[in-house]
């Protein structure tokens, strides 16, 4: 099998080095992302339950709510229950399983009608009653915008790791090239002995062109030595 060159090898190692790191940003980020929509969405949910109470009271043995409350809000339905469970004001989306348990102040997490929820329950008593209030969130928008970004992830990931391999491999070409300009002088000196030919890679102080200076100044010594052993 042939040697890859070093131009390549070193292309393909800094390529591979390219593609875990952005692999392991991008798990952390499609992670952070997550959490962060989890945690957003159960402190909406929180607040919005929360704040139904604002219109519910108790007075002279009766329960009253609000007519102007706002039982659907920002993605999130509120549902009303009495203290049994029974219901008593708005409904349940199509699709959420109506067999949920009531769970005082507990965010539960089910699945229902292909989709994922995220639920929220509160329970305030007044004397010998009281209400529940759930609050409903479907995350199906959270997946829509976790697989836009997934989606953008995947079309993006191998042209960045693509236009990164060109570009680093044009750069270490550029690096080496004084390498491959003194192999070419020094396959022409062998055979045509011409000792006049010269790298000259111009001005440049990092190892390859400190190794071409080299070259040139050791054909300068040997082309004079040459002439020295004609006279």
């Known amino acids: ?26 798990g ?3 992670l952070a992302l997550d959490l962060r929509i989890v945690y957003s969405t159960r402190a909406d949910l929180e607040s919005a339950v929360e704040n ?13 709510i609000d007519s102007g409350i706002d039982l659907y809000h920002d993605g999130i339905t509120l549902v009303l ?4 469970g029974t219901l008593l004001l708005g409904g349940t989306p199509a699709g959420f399983p109506a067999e ?25 008593g007044y004397g010998e009653t009281g209400v529940w209030v759930r ?4 995350l199906s928008a959270n997946d829509s915008a976790l697989n836009y970004v997934t989606v953008a992830s995947t079309v993006s990931f191998p042209l960045v790791l693509l236009l990164s391999a060109a570009g680093g491999y044009l750069i ?8 491959a300009d003194m192999t070419e002088t020094a396959r022409q000196i062998s055979e045509g002995n011409d000792l006049s030919r010269r790298i000259r890679v111009g001005e440049g102080k990092d190892e390859v062109h400190k190794m071409a200076h080299t070259f040139d100044r050791m054909m300068d010594k040997l082309q004079a030595s040459f002439e020295n052993e004609k006279q």
């Open 1 to 26: 099998m042939k040697q890859l060159s070093i131009k390549l090898r070193v292309t393909l190692f800094y390529t591979a080095i390219l593609a875990v790191i952005l692999s392991l940003m991008l």
């Open 81 to 84: 229950y009495g203290p049994a």
């Open 100 to 124: 949920t348990p009531l769970i005082a102040d507990t965010h539960q997490g089910v699945e229902g009608g292909g989709r994922k929820w995220q639920v929220f329950d509160m329970y305030v």
């Open 52 to 64: 139904a109470f604002d219109d519910i009271d108790f007075k002279g043995g009766q329960l009253e």
């Open 172 to 179: 270490i070409r550029k690096t080496l090239a004084p390498l």
């Open 135 to 138: 609050g409903i969130y479907s």
């Open 28 to 30: 952390f980020v499609f």
